[in-house]
């Protein structure tokens, strides 16, 4: 099972030459905005502007310019390709709801509604992306790259034919996503793959197939965000075959992650394998530290701890080299009602739901808030705790297990008996990730 993560784009849609019209003082309807009046590299596009208009001062636009559009939906068959190498670049809105960037009759089937690469400090802020035929807005390769109030959503009944991804920065420097809303990916609502030095914050994500993912990441903080009614809410993964590898630092913070019960809609790829009713977990990434988040009634599992082994797949990236969890602490959250719907559907929900865990503190509940695959490197076998597993100081009726699936038999299941209830060799401390920087 291959990631189909790997950042690719199809840019330059349209052959895009007329240079950036300033805003100006003719009666077209893309010139009549104040704010744009007093900066000479500021275009105003008014609601009723046409789409060769708009695409024609985008398609011109240089570094240190602002494209402004004003309130009202805009509606798109194309995709709307930034133009590359820009600077210093800010793509507004009138605020998320009031200015829509409707792609519902997008013809030509792009992997992006609005897409940059190669871009150095670019912010997109104040309005919304509907209804791409792909993902909704995709950064590859930037530096110093800002989403703030965005929303992107898709209204088809039919969910996977959504788009992806909501916000899709990849293989980028200095990121930071905060107070946007995604709902609807087939895929994931808020997505940063490949990238370094990353904030997430004060989000909301629901209705995606995975709310927030960082994946082969070094350095995130994901912190404040509201994620729910996704099928699986908070997500990091390490995978191998993708340009960079071995994510690391990673901290998940002051989240609430509830309700995470959305069927799995995921047409194709990785996550199409991920049972519905999963909050959080972190798949073969080095120093991890989850704290002060509030877990609750995520049916399937609360909070998992996994190995890429666990996908049963073989390892062929010779630059892949820290297939396991490693450093992850996971402490100071707070659990309520998990585990107690599972969804069967899938290979790991079905196990679960096969599984008796000897519970002592709640009959009624299926499947602990704490759950770690207890695969380690052939090595250490003989050693305990060898990849620094901790829990501690969580708040609710918590039970935790490792599953020792380095002794699964799968064609004799025997999880009930290799199973370790509550081991008290992962109630441990580490010392905390630091915080995550970006440039002012």
Not at 121 to 149: A, C, H, P, S, W
Not at 229 to 246: A, E, K, M, T, V
Not at 312 to 319: L, V
């Amino acid at each position: 099972m291959k990631s189909h993560h790997v950042g690719r784009a199809t840019f330059g849609v349209l052959s895009l030459g007329v240079s950036l019209l300033a805003c100006s003082s003719d009666d077209s309807p893309s010139s009549q905005d104040p704010t744009c009046t007093a900066a000479t590299q500021c275009t105003f596009i008014a609601a009723g502007s046409s789409e060769l208009d708009i695409q024609d001062r985008i398609g011109g636009a240089k570094s240190g310019d602002t494209i402004k559009f004003g309130e009202g939906t805009f509606k798109f068959t194309n995709q709307i390709a930034l133009p590359t190498n820009v600077k210093n670049f800010t793509v507004l809105g009138a605020g998320r709801d009031k200015t829509v960037l409707d792609f519902q009759g997008q013809m030509v089937a792009a992997n992006d509604s609005l897409s940059a690469q190669y871009v150095e400090k670019i912010r997109f802020e104040g309005f919304t992306v509907k209804d791409g035929r792909g993902n909704g807005i995709k950064v590859l390769q930037g530096t110093n790259v800002i989403f703030r109030d965005i929303k992107t959503y898709w209204t088809s009944t039919d969910e996977k034919s959504h788009g992806a991804y909501g916000l899709y920065p990849v293989q980028s420097t200095n990121v930071l996503v905060e107070k946007s809303v995604t709902i609807g990916a087939s895929d994931t609502g808020i997505y940063v793959g490949q990238s370094k030095n990353i904030i997430v914050r004060n989000n909301e994500a629901h209705g995606n197939v995975a709310g927030i993912e960082i994946e082969n990441c070094y350095t995130a903080d994901v912190h404040d965000n509201d994620v729910y009614d996704n099928s699986s809410g908070i997500l990091i993964f390490d995978l191998p075959d993708l340009p960079q590898r071995n994510g690391h630092d990673i901290r998940v913070f002051n989240n609430k992650v509830h309700d995470n019960n959305h069927g799995n809609f995921s047409p194709s790829g990785l996550l199409q394998n991920v049972p519905a009713g999963t909050g959080f977990f972190v798949l073969a990434n080095t120093n991890v530290e989850v704290f002060g988040n509030t877990f609750e009634k995520n049916g399937t599992t609360q909070t998992s701890i996994l190995s890429y082994f666990i996908l049963g797949e073989t390892i062929k990236d010779a630059g892949y080299t820290k297939p396991y969890p490693i450093n992850v602490y996971v402490h100071d959250n707070t659990y309520t009602d998990g585990g107690t719907s599972i969804d069967g559907s899938k290979e790991l929900g079905l196990l679960l739901a096969i599984t008796t865990f000897p519970n002592t503190k709640d009959p009624k509940k299926r499947v602990p808030e704490i759950i770690y695959d207890g695969i380690t490197p052939p090595t250490t076998s003989d050693q305990v705790n060898p990849n620094q597993i901790c829990w501690k100081n969580n708040k609710g009726t918590v039970e935790s297990v490792n599953f020792h699936f380095d002794k699964f038999t799968k064609d004799a299941p025997n999880l009930g008996q290799i199973l370790e209830m509550n081991p008290t060799a992962y109630d441990c401390e580490l010392p905390p990730i630091p915080e995550v920087k970006l440039p002012e």
